[in-house]
């Protein structure tokens, strides 16, 4: 599931990075992008985080997972550093661009039980051509 949501996640930044840019409005592009791209880094490093905490005695498990949220905060502030003292990336886009591992996430989840059914209905027969029985 990581790897589908992460791949998906930079797949619509970049996309639509790349419609911001060619449409001259090239520091949201770039800071959506930009934000994304930590906001994969951030998912992939909690991945890898828990299952170490996992058996861990309480005492190792707490400090693994407090240097786990430590070091992922210290990487997520570099994409807001870099909008903050640069122009040439848009700090709201950034933010934007680090939730969207979150965001594709969350579409997944209310997406997949609406239009799971939708194809079922489909697949059975009771929708074709726009018609119900």
């Known amino acids: 599931?990581?790897?589908?949501?992460?791949?998906?996640?930079?797949?619509?930044?970049?996309?639509?990075?790349?419609?911001?840019?060619v449409g001259g409005f090239r520091p949201l592009?770039?800071?959506?992008?930009?934000?994304?791209?930590?906001?994969?880094?951030?998912?992939v490093l909690l991945g890898l985080a828990l299952p170490a905490r996992i058996g861990a005695s309480r005492r190792k498990a707490s400090?693994?997972?407090f240097g786990s949220l430590a070091g992922r905060f210290l990487i997520l502030a570099?994409?807001?550093?870099?909008?903050?003292?640069?122009?040439t990336f848009n700090l709201i886009a950034?933010?934007?661009?680090?939730?969207?591992?979150?965001?594709?996430?969350?579409?997944?989840?209310?997406?997949n039980p609406v239009l799971g059914s939708f194809y079922k209905k489909i697949r059975s027969g009771d929708i074709s051509h726009g018609r119900t029985r």
């Open 78 to 87: 570099i994409p807001f550093v870099a909008a903050i003292k640069s122009d």
């Open 29 to 43: 592009g770039k800071g959506l992008i930009l934000g994304a791209i930590f906001s994969v880094i951030n998912f």
């Open 63 to 65: 400090f693994i997972a």
């Open 1 to 21: 599931m990581q790897k589908k949501y992460c791949t998906l996640a930079l797949l619509l930044a970049s996309a639509a990075g790349l419609v911001l840019i």
């Open 94 to 111: 950034t933010v934007a661009g680090v939730f969207m591992v979150q965001a594709v996430i969350m579409i997944h989840k209310v997406a």
